[in-house]
């Protein structure tokens, strides 16, 4: 398995403009995860989807932010409008399950600078 | 917030056992210890993780103490690859409660 895919790998936009980050989860995989990770605030989960439902997007930083996932094997996060606090690595992971033992795959990351 | 207390940073000579400690003193009865490790510009890996018997795996071994308030994590013949950051996290064993992230210690292996 290729494992966790992201796209872009780096992406550099302007102020205002939207922004969209891709992820293939792990085929088979049950459950897809959105982290953010700044030097300031450590890695921080934004959302997580079960079956391509939405289950719990509670760390989602405010309503410039939304994700998908249309189907099992794709997911997005948008911004929209990008701000340059929303610099940062966008990690993308993948579990199984979420049980005990149930491991989390992450991606490579999309770095996104805006500026 | 993280439950866990490590040290920012530790350096190991190349070949050598690395021992990496967290603190845990907090710990409930239902909660696991996971270790994840993070190398430069990727994503967190997962590593291991246990209740309160030491366990082993083909990347290293966690050993719980006795009362669960500590474990530590041994690389047992750490290689310059194995500099990383590593994340100790502890988790409830029921219900999907998420992996919360600390600071983590930044492990450097020196040749």
């Known amino acids: 398995d290729a494992g966790v895919i992201q796209s872009p790998r780096h992406e550099v936009t302007e102020m205002g403009q939207e922004v969209t980050l891709r992820c293939k989860p792990i085929?088979?995989?049950?459950?897809l995860f959105w982290y953010r990770q700044t030097m300031m605030r450590g890695l921080e989960l934004l959302i997580y989807?079960?079956?391509?439902?939405?289950i719990d997007d509670s760390g989602m930083p405010e309503d410039r932010f939304s994700a998908k996932m249309p189907n099992a094997s794709f997911s997005t996060l948008k911004i929209q409008p990008s701000e340059p606090r929303d610099s940062a690595v966008y990690f993308c992971a993948s579990s199984k399950g979420w049980g005990l033992g149930e491991t989390q795959y992450f991606g490579p990351g999309t770095r996104l600078l805006v500026l | 917030d993280a439950k866990t207390t490590q040290p920012p940073s530790m350096d190991c000579a190349e070949g050598r056992a690395a021992n990496l400690p967290c603190n845990h003193s907090t710990i409930s009865g239902n909660e696991y210890v996971y270790w994840y490790r993070q190398i430069h510009s990727q994503g967190p890996q997962y590593i291991i993780h246990g209740l309160k018997n030491n366990e082993t795996n083909e990347m290293a071994s966690l050993i719980i103490t006795e009362d669960r308030k500590s474990s530590t994590l041994i690389l047992p013949h750490a290689t310059l690859r194995d500099t990383a950051v590593y994340y100790c996290i502890v988790r409830y064993s029921s219900g999907n409660t998420p992996l919360v992230f600390g600071k983590g210690t930044r492990l450097s292996v020196i040749a």
């Open positions: 085929s088979g995989h049950d459950y």
């Open positions: 989807f079960n079956n391509n439902v939405p």
